[in-house]
């Protein structure tokens, strides 16, 4: 099977002059595309204006009650999206990570936003 990815939409972006500030929509491909232990890759490569490093920050939220974390890669280009889930109603354990099979339709159907900062090119 194919492994799904999350494709981010640019939505907003400006600059205050310190940072790149950019609001937007992600996409998560659906099943039968699958879930990769560690996270999904999720690329900023080319959608960035000035920007070609890594976000300094990201947030990363939905509405379907997932719980989504971004971790930056080496470039713009190679992040992942960590995707945890409820382990077990009703107990004291963390989330547990999305398993290691077809992504769920309540993640793949969920209304996802992003906010991130960037160091702006040559800055």
């Known amino acids: 099977?194919?492994?799904?990815?999350?494709?981010?939409?640019?939505?907003k972006q400006w600059d205050d002059g310190k940072v790149l500030h950019v609001i937007g929509t992600v996409a998560?491909?659906?099943?039968p595309l699958t879930y990769q232990a560690g996270g999904i890759v999720m690329s900023?490569?080319?959608?960035?204006?000035?920007?070609?490093?890594?976000?300094?920050w990201c947030d990363v939220k939905g509405i379907a009650g997932f719980?989504?974390?971004f971790n930056a890669g080496t470039t713009?280009?190679?992040?992942?999206?960590l995707i945890r889930v409820e382990a077990a109603v009703g107990t004291?354990?963390?989330?547990?990570?999305?398993s290691?099979?077809?992504?769920?339709?309540?993640?793949?159907g969920d209304t996802?936003?992003?906010?991130?900062?960037f160091a702006p090119f040559g800055r």
């Open 67 to 69: 719980k989504y974390e």
């Open 1 to 11: 099977m194919s492994l799904s990815t999350a494709v981010p939409t640019v939505t």
């Open 28 to 31: 998560i491909g659906a099943s």
């Open 76 to 81: 713009n280009a190679n992040g992942l999206l």
């Open 112 to 117: 996802i936003s992003f906010y991130a900062v």
């Open 44 to 56: 900023f490569g080319g959608l960035i204006n000035g920007a070609t490093t890594p976000p300094l």
């Open 92 to 98: 004291n354990t963390p989330l547990a990570e999305h």
């Open 100 to 108: 290691t099979a077809a992504i769920v339709s309540g993640v793949s």
